[in-house]
């Protein structure tokens, strides 16, 4: 198989990609079951990158260590400042291989690694109880975005955990064993299994159930894992080993060109160029904006121009400072 399997050009497929390359024999699964993922991610990859097909120039070394990232089973962290299009990475990947919806995990302060795997509802249970209705275990448990990239399938779930930097310090070392075992046990499922072996659960898919058997997710492929940091703390250097490393660095012109093309595929009736050109010279004033900042500008003066009242004046001018505003407090 050729080792470019992720390309980075903006491709879309509509069925997953026939198979991807072989593990390394230290990263092979063996989960048991058949969680086919959904195919429609009900526009959540249009939105996030474009949905209007274009071509797309990549950041440096993102193709490559996608690629390893792939080949090789293992997470790939992503830092850069805000706004530079981290997160968009596990979208373009998801749409590209055709692996369905991302599973997105955005972390803040209070989340444990927990919240990632599942969640069980015990008082609801107790309360379906006290009124006679079902109280079949399974109705109560819901896996987490976590919990159900790592469901046995042939393909590999894309799971996004963004912005890891804002939680607990202790969350990534909590990810360790789970990065590398593949799998993870719901002790309340464990205890059930001699009276139930089998339970379906709900998942982080809407409407989407999946079976358990005998207390334990294990996956069978490992899912594409993106990993977000704004780089507001250091992570453990026992989390990094596993990890690849990746950095955005802040989009070229070209590149905002690019990607105001696949979200407006021309329409836009602004002179984007000048936008372009302008809204560089503000990032570099201030110490960077969000590349959406740039998209919020596009939209407003194409919606002027198609009133007839864009005109590039003071009004205009003072309406971007205060779009392009800093996105950090100043000192």
Same mark, same amino acid.
């Given at each position: ?32 079951? $058949? ?11 249009? =939105? ?20 390893? *990232? ?44 927990? /919240? ?5 509802? *015990? ?7 006290? /009124? ?8 109560? %448990? ?11 399938? $042939? /393909? #590999?779930?894309? +799971? ?63 899912? %594409? ?25 802040? #989009? ?29 010279? =503000? ?20 919606? +002027? ?22 996105? =950090?407090?100043?000192?």
């Amino acid at each position: 198989m050729n080792w470019h399997v992720y390309r980075g050009d903006g491709s879309r497929r509509t069925t997953p990609i026939a198979k991807l390359p072989p593990p390394p024999p230290w990263r092979q699964f063996s989960g048991e079951g $058949d969680a086919t993922p959904p195919t429609d991610d009900a526009g959540d990859g249009d =939105r996030k990158v474009g949905g209007i097909d274009h071509p797309r120039r990549p950041q440096p070394d993102e193709v490559a260590l996608v690629n390893a *990232a792939i080949h090789l089973r293992r997470p790939l962290l992503v830092t850069g400042g805000p706004g530079t299009g981290k997160s968009s990475l596990a979208y373009l990947i998801a749409r590209e291989l055709g692996l369905g919806p991302v599973l997105r995990w955005s972390i803040t302060s209070h989340t444990t690694l927990s /919240h990632g795997l599942y969640n069980y509802d *015990a008082i609801a249970r107790v309360q379906a109880a006290a /009124h006679e209705s079902t109280t079949d275990i399974g109705e109560f %448990i819901h896996l987490g975005p976590l919990g159900t990239a790592l469901l046995a399938s $042939d /393909h #590999p779930r894309v +799971l996004l955990i963004d912005e890891l930097d804002k939680g607990d310090i202790d969350l990534p070392n909590d990810l360790l064993n789970i990065f590398e075992e593949g799998e993870f046990a719901i002790p309340e499922l464990v205890r059930y299994a001699k009276i139930q072996p089998e339970v379906t659960v709900l998942t982080e898919d809407r409407g989407r159930t999946a079976v358990v058997r005998h207390g334990r997710v294990r996956c069978r492929e490992f899912p %594409i894992v993106v990993i977000t940091s704004n780089g507001e703390r250091e992570f453990p250097p026992a989390f990094l080993r596993r990890l690849l490393l990746h950095h955005v660095e802040r #989009p070229t012109a070209e590149q905002l060109a690019s990607m105001v093309a696949a979200h407006f595929g021309g329409k836009e009736r602004a002179d984007t160029g000048r936008l372009i050109a302008q809204f560089l010279e =503000r990032s570099g004033e201030v110490g960077g904006l969000a590349a959406d900042q740039l998209l919020n500008a596009v939209y407003l003066a194409t919606r +002027l121009a198609t009133s007839g009242t864009y005109t590039p004046d003071d009004d205009w001018n003072d309406l971007l400072a205060a779009i392009w505003h800093p996105l =950090r407090e100043p000192m």
